[in-house]
């Protein structure tokens, strides 16, 4: 079975370019999670999905961060326009309901 | 002062030793209780789960949560080199929806 799924792995850009970062769940999973992990810490809840719905988007930074997820299934996070304090590991995670989370590799921003 | 404490290490180690890992938090709501482990470059992945106070155990791995004290560890016996990862604590007062993560125990287990 396929785990979570997200591209790109790496990602450098100068400050004040746009990113986006794209999420394909483990099939089946309906709760979809962004989360942000800086340098030596843990994870940290950006946005949580139940399908479409966005339930939870309490830490999202709603000035530069946007996030989607259409049909309840892939989802995208954008920031535009990025700065230097962004540059960190994006993760993915995804559940059936409010079970175990999965999560996947991460995206690792870089920003110049 | 963060809910959750984790001392981030590292801690060095030589294989077959006896490991202890914790973490402290501040939330007396917190009812569940995680550890994952993080391979460099990879996505954490759950290694045990406990609900509420006492142990458990999963072939080398024993958790413990000490609710009185606020105070959760998890122990790694007769450890291994491939056991060499970060170890991320996690809590919650409701299940997975709202996990707060301490700062990860960089542990390198050296043969």
């Known amino acids: 079975e396929a785990g979570v799924v997200q591209s790109p792995r790496y990602k450098i850009i100068e400050k004040k370019q746009p990113v986006a970062f794209w999420c394909n769940p483990i099939?089946?999973?309906?709760?979809l999670y962004w989360y942000l992990q800086n340098l030596g810490q843990g994870p940290e809840l950006l946005i949580r999905?139940?399908?479409?719905?966005?339930?939870?988007d309490s830490q999202l930074p709603k000035d530069r961060f946007s996030a989607e997820r259409l049909k309840g299934v892939d989802s995208t996070l954008k920031i535009q326009p990025a700065e230097l304090g962004d540059s960190a590991v994006y993760l993915c995670?995804?559940?059936?309901?409010?079970?175990?989370?999965?999560f996947g590799e991460g995206s690792r921003l870089t920003v110049l | 002062q963060k809910e959750v404490e984790q001392d981030p290490g590292p801690l060095s180690v030589p294989e077959g030793a006896i490991v202890s890992l914790n973490c402290t938090y501040s939330n007396s709501a917190f009812q569940y209780f995680m550890w994952y482990r993080q391979y460099s470059r990879k996505g954490p992945e759950l290694l045990m789960y406990?609900?509420?106070?006492g142990n458990k155990e999963d072939g080398r791995f024993t958790a413990q949560v000490d609710k009185s004290s606020k105070y959760i560890s998890l122990f790694i016996r007769d450890s291994q080199p491939s056991d060499s990862a970060t170890y991320l604590c996690?809590?919650?007062?409701?299940?997975?929806?709202?996990?707060?993560f301490g700062a990860g125990t960089r542990l390198a287990v050296h043969p």
């Open positions: 999905y139940e399908n479409e719905e966005a339930v939870d």
């Open positions: 099939s089946g999973h309906n709760t």
């Open positions: 995670a995804s559940s059936f309901q409010t079970g175990e989370l999965f």
């Open positions: 996690a809590m919650s007062a409701g299940g997975y929806n709202k996990l707060i």
């Open positions: 406990t609900y509420s106070s």
